[in-house]
């Protein structure tokens, strides 16, 4: 195949008609690592209240993708050399189609407004990308409006957008926004009804410091459409433009896990924090438990409740797995935030006054 060239959030369709999401920006040459989000109902089924899809597909939730694949398509994996093992993800041969967030965009705002959802859609875009002076070039769209399985009266708007300046543009526009209350635009977390009710597993994550955080990354909207008479979440998804994008993979020669550590660090960078991976350049403070590493120069999070966790200069809290990192320029360490059995006592927050 032909050099193919994919980022986070495009898609990929198998022959099968799994629906694969691009996860990053760091690939191996022969295929690109992806989470796997939506199968065909002759494939799969879920009791999950929240997975049926229109068009009889069902969305994975948890571990059960990884399950699903290990045992019915465990081609879907693909090795990870410096890491040392097989995660999911997609060779080029495997690829049956492409589906890009900006070009489903475009052509969803070529055809007429067909019902209530792709009205309030113009209607969000009219409000945020174009009155912030974004082009609409570089927005995209990501899940059920994506891959056109939407429902007019349940779906919400997500909605990408490339580049870092793009991004601040937009987070400006909003914070104005949900200023006034007139506008039709709310932070979604003003309070905690998002999380209230639910069952809370995060072990160093307080529901308080959750909305917290979630509500001053602003990406998290909520439109309130007068034609459907409906609130309807909004979100601003960053994903980087091509040209702030680096493909390390080649560098990398090894990373080794080395225990579980606690510490207080300061962000140093975070200029790659609103993306996935979410990566925060920091200096250590004090290492409350675990190897007393001198060389610990970044927090790198898979997980997107941790991304634009922090900004530059604050003081953060991080408990997570301490990997050795081994490159072509040098090594370090870094503790990384992902998937795992320990997945709830993970955390990345900004620290506060309690004694560490």
Request: hydrophobic share 35%; proline share 5%; net charge neutral.
């Amino acid at each position: 195949m032909p050099h193919l060239a994919l980022r986070d959030r495009d898609a990929i369709v198998t022959p099968e008609g799994l629906i694969f999401r691009v996860f990053g920006y760091t690939h191996p040459p022969d295929g690109f690592i992806c989470d796997l989000e939506y199968a065909p109902e002759q494939l799969f089924k879920s009791n999950n209240p929240k997975a049926p899809r229109l068009g009889g597909f069902y969305k994975f939730y948890e571990d059960e993708a990884w399950a699903f694949l290990k045992e019915k398509f465990p081609k879907y994996f693909i090795f990870h050399k410096p890491l040392g093992l097989k995660v999911i993800g997609v060779r080029h041969q495997y690829i049956a189609e492409v589906r890009r967030p900006h070009e489903s965009l475009r052509r969803i705002l070529s055809k007429p407004m067909k019902d209530k959802l792709i009205r309030a859609l113009h209607e969000v875009l009219d409000m945020t990308v174009y009155s912030a002076g974004v082009p609409i070039e570089e927005i995209g769209v990501f899940g059920s409006l994506l891959h056109g399985f939407y429902h007019h009266d349940f779906s919400d708007i997500d909605l990408i957008v490339y580049g870092r300046d793009n991004l601040q543009r937009i987070r400006c526009l909003l914070q104005e926004l949900y200023m006034d209350k007139t506008s039709g635009f709310y932070n979604e977390f003003c309070d905690d009804s998002p999380v209230r009710g639910k069952t809370w597993r995060y072990k160093n994550l307080s529901v308080e410091e959750f909305v917290w955080h979630q509500r001053r990354k602003l990406i998290y909207g909520v439109f309130v459409d007068k034609l459907s008479n409906r609130h309807i979440k909004v979100e601003f998804e960053p994903v980087k433009k091509w040209s702030e994008i680096y493909n390390e993979y080649g560098e990398i020669r090894k990373v080794m896990r080395e225990g579980w550590i606690k510490a207080l660090l300061r962000v140093k960078d975070d200029s790659d924090a609103p993306f996935l991976p979410s990566i925060y350049a920091v200096e250590p403070i004090k290492i409350i438990e675990g190897p007393s590493v001198t060389d610990l120069k970044r927090v790198v999070s898979f997980l997107e409740e941790y991304r634009m966790q922090a900004w530059k200069g604050e003081v953060i809290y991080v408990e997570g797995n301490l990997e050795f990192v081994e490159t072509s320029c040098g090594s370090f360490h870094q503790i990384t935030i992902t998937y795992g059995p320990r997945y709830y006592e993970q955390v990345v927050k900004v620290a506060n006054n309690e004694v560490y």
